[in-house]
């Protein structure tokens, strides 16, 4: 068993873990709702180059211009977009318990995500991302999607820790079972209660203010 005080740092997912996904199915029906498309055509091509724009190989706007805007539409690009970016929600107890927890035992933060170069940067700037992670080890910056263990491994070497030294919170079984398979221990996130809950019998629990 390993001894609790070697967690100095906590990899993060973004989607699912601090905030909502960013363009989920749930965000993409709404918008075939929205905007009067056909959801299947939608999603079919949405999943034909997902992945090469979360890896950063496509911009925000080519990724419209395959999946939306293949034919003249009776709304605006600029329309589009803005509805993309106003899907995404914070999950406040889950940025707070991070926020206390990195104050309290000193953690260095690392988000391991896949997202794509716009939308990512909208997110970490809407919702202040950048004061509480210290590092974004991003699919599109790094160009390495997970499940691909190597994202992993470059998160290690980017963040300066070695996998004794980290929890990973991660709301996809996949991709916890993989991280851990490179000895990362695994948090499989459903909610912030058992999230902390876990992370206390890891070591790392919240230090409550004095209130005198």
């Known amino acids: 068993m390993r001894d609790p005080a070697t967690s100095t740092c906590l990899f993060l997912d973004i989607g699912g873990v601090l905030l909502t996904d960013g363009w989920g199915r749930h965000a993409r029906e709404r918008a075939a709702a929205t905007f009067n498309r056909e959801l299947a055509e939608m999603e079919e091509r949405h999943r034909l180059i997902w992945d090469t724009y979360q890896m950063g190989r496509i911009t925000l706007d080519r990724y419209l211009d395959r999946v939306i805007f293949c034919r003249k539409r009776p709304f605006t690009r600029a329309q589009f977009r803005q509805f993309i970016f106003d899907q995404s929600r914070p999950h406040s107890e889950m940025l707070d318990l991070i926020t206390q927890l990195k104050r309290s035992h000193g953690l260095k933060i690392a988000v391991v995500s896949n997202e794509g170069r716009e939308l990512n940067a909208c997110r970490i700037r ?72 876990k992370l206390a019998e890891m070591g790392l629990s919240q230090i409550k203010s004095d209130p005198s």
């Not at 509480?132 to 999607?145: A, E, G, P, Q």
């Not at 996809?172 to 999230?195: K, N, P, Q």
């Open 126 to 197: 809407r919702f202040k991302l950048d004061k509480l992670v210290d590092c974004f080890i991003s699919s599109c910056f790094v160009h390495r999607l997970k499940p691909d263990p190597d994202i992993f491994r470059l998160a290690l070497d980017i963040a300066q820790v070695s996998v004794q030294q980290v929890v990973y919170i991660e709301n996809t079984a996949m991709f916890v079972e993989i991280a851990e398979g490179l000895g990362i221990r695994g948090i499989l996130h459903t909610d912030c209660r058992s999230t902390r809950l």
